[in-house]
Structures are given as C-alpha cells and as structure tokens.
C-alpha cells in the first residue's frame, strides 16, 4: 500500500546527501549557506537556538496608540525586543529532482512487525482520500521581522523568563519562509497529496487591525506558495489562525479578550479569502481552541462572534470551496468502570474540551448543556436565537486532532463540590485527565517524550473514539487535521543513524493509519483524510517545551 510506504519514507528520511545541490544560490548572501539540505540545516541550526535578551514586560493595555506608519511598527517592534536576522533573505528556488533514499531495512522480523504493504492488504483508503502533512506559520517559517511582517504575541512571549524551556524563539526555525520550494519538493516526491498551513495574520496586516495597511509582500508570499503547491499536484489547505495573535491588538485592547477581535478577524479573513478564492479548497478559520480553565471564559462573547462571523463571511462572499474550524483532545474513557462519578466526568470533558464548538456547529446551535449548568449568563453569555440560527449547521465538515484517547476522572470530593466552588483548581471543568488505569496502573499507551508528558500512543482506543465522535456530531466527512507523535528522547541524540530508528513514532503512525482503515470500512466512519503533525523540524515553542513532532529530519 503506497500510503503505507510513503508514511515510512516521511518518518525515516534524513539529510544523506539527499538533497544535495537541489537549490542553487540565488544571491551572494546565500550563496555560502544554500548549497545542499545539510549546509542549510548546518546554517539554520546554528541560529535556531539563540541566547535571547529578555523584553520588558507587556504595556498596559490602551497604553499603544494606533499608529499604521512604519514609525508605529517600529515600535510594536521594540516590544519584542532584538530579532535574529535569518542567514539569508531569499527564495531559495530548487533546480535539481528529489531523489528519495532506499526504503530501510527491517528492524524486526515479519511475524513481529509486517511490512507497511502487508497491514490490512484487502483495506483501501477511498479515492481522493487526503494524505497529508500539517504545519503553522511560527513554528516553521523564522523570517519573524522580514518583508514588512507585524509582531505576534509568539513573537514577544518567549522572550519572557523560563517562558520557554529551551529558551527557543521563532526568529529563525526551518526558515520555511524562504525555504518553502525546498519543502513542497520534498512532500511531493514523498506522493503527499495536502499539505495544511497557517498564515501568518501580522504577514498580511502587520497591525492586525481593520483600516490598517495590508502588506502586499505578505499577499504575494501567499500566493506564490498555494501556487507552488498546486504545480506540485498537492492541496494547499489553509488555516487562518493558529495562536499568533498579533500583538498591535493585544496592545490596543487586549485582543481576544475584547469583542473587537471579531471584526478585525472578520476584516483579515475577508482579505485572505478575497486573495485565494478559487485557489484554496479547505479552510480552517480556527485550531485548536480550548475551553478548560477560567481564562478562556474571561470573555466568552468573543468565542459567540468568532463561531457565528466565520462561515457568515464565506458565505456571503461566495467563497469557494469548504470551511470548518479544527477541534482538539478527546472524548475519554471512564477510569473506574462502573463508576457514576468517572462517568459523568467524561461527559464533562467532552462537553467542555469538544462539545464548547461542536455542540453549536453541528448539533444544538447552543452551548452544550453542562457548560450552561456551571457557568452563569454574566460569565457565559447566551446566543440569541439569531445566533443560533446562523451558527448550526455552518461547518461543511469536521475535524479533529485525535492525538490520543486517555482516561477521564472525577474530581477528589465529586463533581458537585468542585462545580459549586469557583476557587476550586479544576472549576469549571471539573474532570481530571489520567495516563494510567484504576485497576494495576497499566499506561494508557505508549509515553511520548517527557516534555510531551500530555501525550500517549493509543491506538486501540482510535476506533471507539471516532465512532463516538462521529455519533455525538454527525457530519458527511471527518478530516483527522492532525496527528503525531514526539519520539522519546530524541533531542538529546546526535548520531544521525539513532534519529533515523525512530521507532516509537513510526508505531504511532502505521498503527494510527491501521485503525483508520478499520473506522473507514468497519464502523462506517466518513475520513477524508489524515495529516501528520510537524514535517519540518519545527519549532517548539508554543508548547513551552523542547519537544520534536517533526516526522521528517533533515
């Protein structure tokens, strides 16, 4: 099965010289940097990492006047702080074919571990199934102060004390930016047929805000990479926000912890899709939004807005194509059987982790009911009715990052205590997360690297969760819009031969891709595609830890 096949060739390939002279310089200033992948890398590498000078604190916020000349940018700049330079400020434009390495060799015997073509050999993924890779603009793309880009709040928040484990920005990273032609071959010779990205909102309005310039350099970027993509035969799938806030907003009124978000989200979303129409098949217009601590309902009318403008928007602009919003973690499993509390507790993480967006999106258009029972109208406001009505059945399909499925508990003392007490740790959510069983304190699955403590291998639960993700809200087509995995221990090896092993996240991905097959053809699940997390070895900073998803390493 090629998917198989390709899914291996993606994990286990590494810079041998396979990329060698791929891209030719294309200026002086890159010409001692941009001669072979490992040159690059080489390059990169030693920038990735830099000894960063702490900004000051964040003003007060409504302290920054709206200045739009490149004077006022300036200063949104000097919030941040020093930036490092990337080694280069130029497309790096590819004149040589990929070669691909030689498939590797076993590392078990078959009776243990069969090879990809030989796991559910009568199992095909349907036609046009996507196969993709996944990605977002600051973990990949460096170039932070180049071609005219606004600060982010990424930009200014790993400059602050022990914010960042590693003391990582993204100033540098993969130097996507530049290096994107680079990538696209590279996914392509792998018979990848997606790739999912993020822009980069500072990259297309430096200031973020409504009536502020738009930067025709960021326009431009775009464009040129859903094209390159297309000429490639891969789909650009597009997310318009994933975390990088810009940091004029967060400065003139708190960013999303104001309504007036919305109408600079609006503004921005209709300057992308007005530049893409007709290019960009699938949108995302958010990722990964979460609900479960006291922060994020500081300002719950923002989240009624941001549901109810997206597909809005679309539609009024005849956008083409298909539009959703990414939803994350897991339904979960009781953790002791039989037990009314655990059980209840899954249905409040359920409701409070998924059902926050999905409930009015697909099903209800309302907040679910266990959110509306612990949080009062002055802290969640209601949707009007009109809200309601435009908000349901607005997403043209669904998407989960089903990264894994663990256990869920109830509180210490039960769950009306936590619920009637506003000071305690886990109000309001009130269900606790558990890697392990209640019975002999067996693992949930396999354990990721120990900064990614959140994260386990568990593909036994993959089917129940899909299928019950699937019959809480039912929709005609489910992207998988991420999965991965972070190998254990692998930042701290340096022998090329012991990175390329990577054994616990190849398990991960041919196990993962096994029980799609089975969700497709036995539980009648409707997947449409599946894209694997991190590609480029991406940044880490918006995990606050040192850990790699990257399922390529170059």
């Given at each position: 099965m090629q998917v198989f096949s390709?899914?291996?060739?993606?994990?286990?390939?590494?810079?041998?010289?396979?990329?060698?002279?791929?891209?030719?310089?294309?200026?002086?200033?890159?010409?001692?940097v941009v001669t072979s992948i490992s040159a690059t890398t080489t390059a990169i590498a030693s920038t990735v990492t830099p000894t960063i000078t702490l900004s000051a604190s964040f003003p007060p916020v409504g302290s920054i006047p709206r200045d739009y000349t490149p004077e006022g940018l300036d200063k949104l700049w000097d919030i941040v702080g020093p930036v490092?330079?990337?080694?280069?400020?130029?497309?790096?434009?590819?004149?040589?074919?990929?070669?691909?390495?030689?498939?590797?060799?076993?590392?078990?015997?078959?009776?243990?571990?069969?090879?990809?073509?030989?796991?559910?050999?009568?199992?095909?993924?349907?036609?046009?199934?996507?196969?993709?890779?996944?990605?977002?603009?600051?973990?990949?793309?460096?170039?932070?102060?180049?071609?005219?880009?606004?600060?982010?709040?990424?930009?200014?928040?790993?400059?602050?004390?022990?914010?960042?484990?590693?003391?990582?920005?993204?100033?540098?990273?993969?130097?996507?930016?530049?290096?994107?032609?680079?990538?696209?071959?590279r996914i392509a010779a792998l018979a990848v047929t997606a790739h999912s990205f993020s822009i980069s909102w500072t990259r297309i309005l430096p200031f973020g805000a409504a009536g502020s310039p738009v930067n025709a350099a960021g326009i431009d970027h775009y464009s040129d990479v859903i094209d390159y993509h297309?000429?490639?035969?891969?789909?650009?799938?597009?997310?318009?926000?994933?975390?990088d806030t810009p940091l004029a907003l967060q400065a003139y009124y708190g960013g999303f912890t104001s309504p007036q978000i919305v109408d600079d989200f609006v503004n921005y979303a209709v300057t992308v899709f007005k530049a893409y129409n007709g290019r960009v098949?699938?949108?995302?217009?958010?990722?990964?939004?979460?609900?479960?601590?006291?922060v994020h309902f500081n300002e719950p009318r923002v989240y009624c807005g941001q549901i109810a403008s997206y597909p809005f928007t679309f539609r009024a602009l005849n956008i083409s194509g298909e539009i959703a919003l990414k939803n994350d973690d897991f339904i979960g499993t009781p953790w002791r059987s039989n037990n009314t509390e655990d059980s209840l507790a899954v249905e409040r993480h359920a409701a409070f982790q998924i059902g926050v967006f999905s409930d009015p999106l697909y099903t209800t258009g309302d907040w679910p009911q266990i959110l509306k029972d612990t949080l009062p109208e002055s802290y969640l406001p209601r949707f009007t009715p009109e809200e309601s009505a435009s908000i349901l059945g607005s997403a043209d399909f669904y998407a989960i990052d089903p990264y894994r499925s663990q256990f869920i508990r109830a509180p210490t003392g039960g769950i009306d205590a936590c619920v009637a007490n506003f000071s305690?740790?886990?109000?309001?959510?009130?269900?606790?997360?558990?890697?392990?069983?209640?019975?002999?304190?067996?693992?949930?699955?396999?354990?990721?690297?120990?900064?990614?403590?959140?994260?386990?291998?568990?593909?036994?639960?993959?089917?129940?969760?899909?299928?019950d993700l699937h019959s809480r809200w039912p929709t005609d087509k489910i992207y998988v819009s991420e999965f991965g995995f972070a190998e254990p221990g692998e930042g701290d090896l340096t022998d090329l031969f012991r990175l390329k092993e990577d054994v616990a996240r190849t398990n991960y991905?041919?196990?993962?891709?096994?029980?799609?097959?089975?969700?497709?053809?036995?539980?009648?699940?409707?997947?449409?595609?599946?894209?694997?997390?991190?590609?480029?070895?991406?940044?880490?900073?918006?995990?606050?830890?040192?850990?790699?998803?990257?399922?390529?390493?170059?």
């Open positions: 390709s899914i291996i060739m993606v994990i286990m390939w590494s810079a041998q010289g396979v990329l060698a002279q791929l891209c030719e310089p294309v200026s002086s200033a890159a010409s001692t490092e330079a990337p080694p280069f400020t130029t497309t790096c434009v590819p004149s040589a074919p990929v070669t691909l390495p030689s498939t590797p060799p076993p590392l078990y015997p078959s009776f243990y571990a069969p090879a990809p073509q030989d796991i559910l050999p009568d199992l095909k993924f349907p036609p046009g199934f996507l196969f993709g890779v996944a990605t977002a603009a600051y973990q990949v793309e460096g170039a932070a102060k180049d071609e005219g880009k606004g600060p982010t709040m990424w930009d200014w928040a790993p400059r602050q004390s022990n914010f960042v484990i590693d003391n990582t920005t993204g100033d540098i990273t993969d130097l996507q930016y530049f290096l994107y032609k680079k990538d696209v071959e297309l000429a490639r035969g891969i789909a650009p799938v597009v997310t318009l926000f994933h975390w098949n699938t949108w995302y217009a958010f990722v990964q939004l979460t609900s479960d601590s006291k305690h740790p886990m109000w309001p959510v009130c269900n606790e997360r558990v890697s392990y069983d209640a019975g002999f304190g067996w693992a949930a699955g396999v354990s990721a690297d120990p900064l990614a403590s959140w994260l386990q291998a568990t593909p036994v639960n993959f089917r129940a969760f899909m299928s991905f041919m196990t993962y891709l096994g029980e799609m097959l089975l969700s497709i053809h036995e539980d009648g699940v409707p997947l449409a595609g599946a894209f694997a997390w991190g590609d480029y070895n991406a940044n880490r900073s918006l995990t606050c830890c040192a850990h790699s998803f990257n399922s390529s390493h170059a």
